[in-house]
């Protein structure tokens, strides 16, 4: 089992920056391809941003590309999303998730196994 931890969401203007944490527990969490998605009010959950286990392999999103950055620190169990440039369109909760299968598409929620509770960014115009 694997209990992911989102934390550093906030209330922002457009234009600034924020920088969400996930930490995970278990010790395989060096093995996981660990991704961000996000799911704004009425909308259905979309892919941001993922990593591969070694931090070798980074995948995003057109809409982020060039203003987000993930990043991990297996030392730490832990996986960022440095959002800077935040538009209101970003506005959504943003939710960790592990994927345990490094062949599965990154991009899709369904290679997943283990996801977060969410954590809140709203970003105000």
């Known amino acids: 089992q694997v209990q992911l931890v989102e934390s550093g969401g906030g209330l922002v203007q457009a234009g600034a920056s924020l920088k969400l944490s996930c930490a995970a527990s278990g010790r395989a969490f060096s093995r996981y391809v660990m991704g961000w998605f996000r799911q704004a009010p009425g909308k259905e959950r979309e892919f941001v941003a993922a990593?591969?286990?070694?931090?070798?392999?980074?995948y995003y999103a057109d809409s982020v590309k060039g203003r987000f950055t993930i990043s991990r620190d297996n030392a730490k169990s832990t996986v960022y999303l440095q959002m800077n440039s935040l538009k209101p369109e970003d506005t959504a909760v943003y939710y960790c998730?592990?994927?345990?299968?490094?062949?599965?598409?990154?991009?899709?929620?369904?290679?997943?196994?283990?996801w977060g509770q969410g954590t809140q960014v709203t970003v105000s115009s």
């Open positions: 990593i591969s286990w070694s931090g070798g392999s980074l």
């Open positions: 998730a592990a994927n345990t299968n490094s062949r599965r598409a990154p991009e899709s929620s369904s290679s997943y196994e283990y």
